[in-house]
């Protein structure tokens, strides 16, 4: 079964500092990765997404995520992080080959960045 | 700047209810997802079209639940009757199935409280 895993319910960090946001999938296939943020009382933004090529992948609002297919992971980063930023973020991924498939969605990380 | 969008925005209903909650993809995608986000399950897919055919609906309870779409502009889920754990937001989403590396853009969500 596919699956996504968002380890931290909750990450916090101070202005300023780096951060990271944990995600890890496990698929049958090749997989497709996604991120998106949600602000409060608003609908899923897409950020970024792995297809292949490049594991460093950059998207919008300066984050960047890192496929890594040895540890099944893609983690989303951001060298300087803003109060801004603070929201819940959502890994998903989908198989290859499956075109206009559902996305499999992580239950979501909160990020609290403080002042 | 071509967005998803839902109606209505909020809506309180009792128990016993009918309720309808509308979606029009953007334009010229051939993909629309049903998606229903709650606190303690996070975000669930409920149904999902390809080209306005159903290809997955195995995530609605299909005795109250019934989502079609009349046509490419618009998608509707109904719920029938209303039942208080069903409170949750509605989110859709639509995306253009070239390739499986399609991306799905969310609408802003229909916030529903059933008392």
């Known amino acids: 079964a596919q699956s996504v895993a968002q380890p931290e319910d909750q990450v916090n960090v101070a202005e300023g500092n780096p951060l990271t946001v944990k995600c890890t999938y496990s698929?049958?296939?090749?997989?497709?990765l996604f991120w998106y943020v949600q602000y409060p009382n608003r609908g899923l933004q897409f950020l970024l997404k792995?297809?292949?090529?490049?594991?460093l992948v950059k998207g919008s609002y300066g984050f960047e995520a890192e496929f890594n297919k040895s540890q099944t992971s893609f983690h989303l980063k951001k060298p300087s992080a803003l109060v801004s930023d603070s929201a819940l973020y959502f890994c998903?991924?989908?198989?290859?080959?499956?075109?206009?498939?559902?996305?499999?969605f992580g239950k979501g990380t909160t990020l609290s960045v403080s002042s | 700047d071509a967005r998803v969008t839902q109606t209505p925005r909020h809506k309180v209903t009792e128990m016993g209810q009918e309720v309808t909650m509308r979606c029009q993809p953007i334009?010229?995608?051939?993909?629309v997802f049903w998606y229903r986000q709650t606190m303690m399950q996070g975000l669930e897919l409920l149904a999902y079209?390809?080209?306005?055919?159903?290809?997955?609906d195995s995530g609605m309870p299909k005795d109250r639940f019934s989502a079609e779409m009349p046509d490419a502009t618009l998608a509707t889920l109904k719920i029938q009757p209303s039942e208080p754990r069903d409170s949750a937001v509605y989110f859709c989403?639509?995306?253009?199935?070239?390739?499986?590396?399609?991306?799905?853009?969310f609408g802003p969500g229909t916030r529903l409280t059933v008392l």
């Open positions: 334009l010229g995608h051939n993909t």
């Open positions: 792995y297809i292949t090529g490049d594991n």
């Open positions: 079209f390809r080209n306005r055919a159903p290809l997955d």
């Open positions: 989403a639509s995306g253009f199935s070239q390739t499986s590396t399609d991306t799905q853009y």
């Open positions: 998903a991924v989908r198989v290859r080959d499956q075109a206009g498939t559902a996305l499999i």
């Open positions: 698929v049958s296939g090749n997989p497709y």
